[in-house]
């Protein structure tokens, strides 16, 4: 049961945009980046919504890290494919110039692709092919990361979380959404565990001698430092198919770089040679594909559903409730919290309130009227 207080959804985003302003970024722009984070908690993916508003994106452009005014550049482009520089700003505002490109290419030419470099954090993958999704298109789309995932038998962090992401449409209420890491769990997690006073379950961390860890807080440090890095899908070696999450985080790295000849793995670390800050750097990849130039976008929606359907209704497992497909248990959290509001931790209220003050905004939070 939910026991963080709830904030309507209006008065966060207003309270963001509102931030985000504040720290320089262009009012347009600022409304981008609300809405992707807020869609993550639509969809109750906590690790990369209000959660991350503060430490990911704020506290980046106070340290140098990200630059608020996003200047993108075309590097090259072509009918159906298009190469960006984000110039250090934000990866959310750029990723949403690219979608916006690629999805009219491929209304015109019936697929198309694009590849940014020199980005940012650009949020929850879903977001960009949910783009696709609500045009009538499947979205593909991945991105590089901070060297946190330790190749299969390796122990050293070399690549990111690097998600795969996929939306496609279908004839139900909500789209097939599979938006997830490559590694068993994500850094977005980990500090969402840390923020919560969690352990971070036993398995999903390696350390140096090849054992685990469960100290969420320390996990984070240490692997900032080399120490222990995250695992890919499958785990520690080959017996559970560790090499096989390890091949798809590989592709998305390789992706997320050289369509674009952008940097990769450790030179993606936020730290220059001497230790200090630096850009991040990271690289992002989206394809567009449009089934009206296939079989159409009705059969396509009917088939997909059917799939979807089929998998649910198949044999349970003694004691299972429910079989999911990808993006049900996002839209069942939709319509739980879409009257509510946002669930707001302890944490989160703190830095809202710490925000408001320092920027002299006139909000007032539910919770602090408790």
């Known amino acids: 049961m ?33 809405d992707v984070l807020l869609e993550s908690d639509r969809r109750g993916i906590e690790s990369h919504g209000c959660n991350r508003f503060k430490p990911i994106y704020l506290d980046r452009i106070d340290n140098g890290t990200l630059l608020p005014v996003t200047k993108i550049d075309i590097v090259k482009e072509t009918p159906t494919t298009v190469v ?39 949020g ?28 299969t038998w390796g122990i050293e962090p070399m690549m990111g979380t690097n998600p795969f992401t996929f939306t496609m449409p279908t004839d139900e209420e909500f789209p097939f959404n599979f938006d997830c890491a490559t590694s068993i769990v994500q850094n977005g997690k980990i500090e969402y565990y840390e923020r919560s006073g969690k352990e971070t379950p036993a398995g999903l961390v390696v350390t140096k001698d090849g054992g685990t860890m469960t100290d969420s807080g320390k996990i984070l440090k240490d692997m900032r430092a080399g120490n222990c890095a995250l695992l890919s899908i499958g785990g520690i070696g080959e017996a559970t198919g560790g090499y096989k999450g390890y091949g798809f985080t590989t592709i998305v790295e390789i992706l997320s770089a050289a369509l674009a000849g952008g940097p990769f793995m450790k030179a993606l670390s936020g730290k220059d040679a001497d230790g200090n800050n630096a850009f991040y750097r990271l690289g992002h990849f989206f394809f567009v594909i449009n089934p009206e130039f296939f079989m159409g976008l009705d059969t396509f929606k009917k088939t997909a559903g059917d799939i979807c359907r089929g998998l649910r209704n198949s044999e349970k497992a003694p004691g299972a409730d429910r079989i999911y497909t990808a993006g049900e248990k996002e839209w069942d959290a939709w319509q739980d919290r879409k009257d509510k509001g946002v669930p707001v931790g302890e944490t989160i209220q703190k830095e809202f309130i710490a925000l408001r003050d320092r920027f002299n905004l006139d909000y007032k939070f539910p919770f602090e009227e408790a």
């Open 2 to 34: 939910e026991t963080r207080p709830y904030v309507p959804w209006e008065l966060v985003n207003s309270f963001m945009i509102d931030v985000f302003k504040a720290y320089g970024v262009p009012e347009e722009d600022a409304k981008i980046c609300a």
């Open 84 to 122: 960006m520089d984000a110039n250090n700003g934000m990866g959310m505002v750029a990723s949403y110039r690219m979608m916006e490109m690629l999805i009219a290419k491929a209304k015109e030419y019936g697929m198309a692709g694009g590849a940014i470099y020199n980005s940012t954090h650009y």
């Open 124 to 151: 929850i993958a879903g977001y960009w092919t949910t783009m696709a999704e609500k045009a009538g298109m499947i979205g593909v789309s991945g991105t590089n990361a901070r060297p946190s995932v330790a190749p």
